[in-house]
């Protein structure tokens, strides 16, 4: 719809130039947008409900005439409310509302209005307190609004349903001849997919509740296809280069299984076995793996690396934060402390290393003397220079974009890559954020890790878990106490770290040693803290949410998790994990108070399972996919409209048929595909400015 992107909006009759700013606040500058802008539900206005057949406590769409008004201060809160009366022939209907003095221009008498809301009696009265109301002036608001299934936008201060139903119309007869279908005939015929001109009219004002859907599974479609392309796209662009194909002997695997003094699980071995595969091949892996808190991902990445060196190739371990770096780096110096793997040297380089050690690095890894190297994004930095890197792992894959995923990989020789996080995504989730990538699954833990009892406790009951908490830490374990805030805040009652930590020292656990550590804290300070902890110098460590990520003590058995409503729940399955990572039982106490449907919801579900995955699928359903990994994860900020949690069997046809498309013709260079690279360059020009460049 490219000539529809370029008319103005302005030129829709009603709008103009002055209303055109109203548009602009919802992102609506072009007809184009304006056609794109669907409703956000339904309302079947067929179904009227007379006033003497209204069902108190149901929602009812109610149809009747002004008969009066009064607009009055309430005695009792002295707030502004606006009364109106409604009278539909069977009956009469009382509607309030508070502190919108504004609305009593609004109802005049005899004009005809449509409500919808909960009905309820007061004072031996039929009411509606602030129902969702239109006023019908005109026949176009009448065959717009009434007697039909009736679109609900999103509006904007200034502007009403009505007057955008009116422009949405006129612009749908002015221009929908003129909007171009961008899916072609023979993809439409093949899972009946209806035109763009009746998919348009069929979100904006459908026929019936079938039509709709099949208009939204449309455009969903088209969504889903053009992605998928894109996706495509970038695998093809890397694993047609030439890779290293790494030698990986049997030898090489076993050598490394029997390296430790625990048995890897069947989930790991199958893993690996996974890995070897793809190095060995000559084209770049491309790989994500999935696995829970504690499940030993690192230990599989480990193996790539060892692998690389075996080859006399370089690695690199990219980490979103200096604390998940540092505490990588101490594991894997300690799992490599055996006697087949002590040649391997490991370099730490993250931004807060002194100038002349960073220096040493980097000169050491162009020079090829360092063989693994673990730090953050100060990898990505032009001064970071490999003599061979063929093998790179980037953990906690969603706290970075495909942007940096593709700088590292350009360090080296179109290096294996692989690709890790610990917060499970569903498969529907995986499938359109990483479809570019293999998938690989540790769905089993070590034998051994300690099982972890998570107990629910209200505010009332804080002094409880204290009293709890003090025995455990008394039969030799150690504790985490949590906050969501570092100090005090006025508008929020919440207990926060700093407070707590004295009131703590001087009352519940007088006597014991207390440790502090908080984002704010200089580094230094809160790593001398954290390994105080370790040592088992500290009992009980207050903290913020800095421990999500990085902290990995055996010995700490208690996690107290304060104000956890206030947490998403992959946060809470996070700092869960932090306990019940050596062989004793971990318990995790969680005192809340939650006040919201999705606040109880997530308590509920991180209570009822300790299992990863399931968690995901219960925080993609509380919260869609749109915020389940922040607002920065390329794949779901582009989807408008569709839904990956809930059109999986959309997703899947669309992306067969991209998978074909992208296999057949890699640079869309047919004439049947050129018009597709087009449409996915001006969609996804980030996305694929990185094929292009890498």
């Not at 979100?203 to 053009?226: D, G, T, Y």
Request: glycine residues 6%; contains cysteine.
């Amino acid at each position: 719809m490219k000539f529809l992107k370029d008319i103005s909006i302005q030129y829709i009759k009603g709008v103009g130039p002055a209303r055109k700013r109203l548009f602009r606040n919802l992102g609506i500058e072009s007809v184009e947008d304006l056609m794109c802008f669907f409703p956000r539900r339904y309302e079947d206005r067929t179904k009227i409900t007379s006033v003497l057949q209204a069902q108190v406590g149901e929602y009812q769409l109610i149809s009747g005439k002004v008969v009066d008004h009064e607009a009055r201060k309430s005695w009792y809160t002295k707030k502004h409310v606006s009364e109106v009366v409604i009278d539909d022939g069977t009956g009469r209907i009382f509607c309030v509302w508070f502190n919108q003095p504004y609305l009593d221009r609004y109802f005049k008498p005899a004009a005809r209005v449509i409500l919808y809301g909960k009905v309820d009696v007061y004072k031996n009265r039929l009411q509606m307190v602030s129902p969702e109301y239109e006023i019908i002036a005109t026949d176009e608001d009448q065959s717009l609004g009434t007697g039909r299934i009736v679109p609900v936008y999103p509006l904007t201060r200034g502007m009403t349903q009505r007057y955008l139903r009116k422009v949405v119309r006129r612009c749908l007869d002015k221009y929908r001849d003129d909007a171009t279908d961008l899916l072609p005939v023979w993809l439409r015929n093949k899972y009946r997919l209806s035109s763009i001109k009746r998919t348009l009219e069929n979100l904006h004002f459908p026929e019936s509740f079938e039509m709709q859907e099949s208009a939204h599974r449309r455009v969903s479609f088209e969504e889903f296809f053009f992605f998928q392309i894109s996706v495509m796209k970038r695998r093809m662009s890397v694993v047609r280069k030439e890779g290293t194909a790494h030698s990986i002997s049997s030898k090489l695997i076993n050598r490394f299984a029997g390296a430790f003094l625990f048995e890897l699980t069947g989930a790991q071995k199958r893993v690996i076995d996974e890995l070897a595969g793809d190095m060995r091949a000559r084209p770049p892996m491309l790989r994500l793996l999935q696995g829970d808190v504690g499940s030993g991902k690192t230990l599989v990445a480990v193996f790539g690396c060892v692998a690389a060196w075996a080859n006399k190739k370089q690695s690199a371990i990219m980490a979103p934060t200096e604390i998940l770096a540092y505490q990588h780096y101490r594991t894997v110096q300690k799992m490599l402390d055996t006697a087949p793997f002590k040649g391997l040297k490991v370099a730490l380089l993250v931004g807060s290393l002194k100038k002349k050690e960073k220096g040493h690095i980097l000169d050491q890894l162009k020079s090829g003397q360092i063989d693994l190297v673990i730090g953050t994004h100060a990898l990505l930095s032009e001064a970071v220079d490999f003599k061979n890197l063929s093998f790179v792992v980037i953990d906690e894959q969603h706290k970075f974009g495909v942007r940096q995923r593709a700088l590292l990989s350009r360090k080296g020789n179109n290096p294996d890559v692989l690709v890790m996080t610990a917060t499970p995504i569903p498969r529907t989730l995986s499938l359109t954020l990483f479809g570019d990538l293999d998938v690989s699954v540790i769905d089993e833990m070590p034998k051994g890790h300690g099982k972890i009892a998570t107990r629910l406790y209200g505010i009332d009951q804080a002094q409880d878990v204290y009293k709890q908490a003090r025995t455990l830490v008394e039969s030799g374990q150690q504790a985490y106490i949590v906050y969501p805030l570092v100090e005090e805040s006025d508008k929020l009652s919440l207990k926060a770290a700093v407070k707590m930590f004295a009131h703590f020292k001087a009352n519940e656990f007088k006597g014991l040693r207390l440790g502090l550590v908080h984002g704010q804290m200089k580094k230094q300070d809160s790593d001398m803290i954290m390994e105080q902890f370790k040592a088992r110098e500290i009992d009980i460590l207050v903290a913020t949410t800095v421990l999500e990520v990085g902290v990995d003590v055996p010995n700490a058995g208690v996690i107290v998790i304060e104000h956890a409503q206030r947490f998403g729940l992959s946060q809470l399955h996070q700092l869960r994990g932090r306990v019940g990572r050596g062989q004793t039982q971990g318990t995790c106490f969680l005192i809340a108070d939650p006040s919201t449907e999705d606040g109880t919801a997530r308590l509920k579900a991180i209570v009822s399972t300790l299992d990863g995955f399931k968690i995901a699928e219960q925080d993609l359903a509380i919260r869609g996919p749109g915020h389940y990994f922040g607002r920065h994860q390329h794949g779901l900020n582009e989807l408008k409209f569709a839904n990956p949690l809930t059109q999986i069997d959309i997703l899947e046809i669309a992306r067969k048929e991209a998978q074909e498309i992208v296999r057949q013709d890699p640079d869309l260079k047919d004439s049947l595909n050129i018009m597709f690279a087009k449409i996915i360059k001006q969609r996804y020009p980030d996305y694929l400015e990185m094929v292009e460049a890498g």
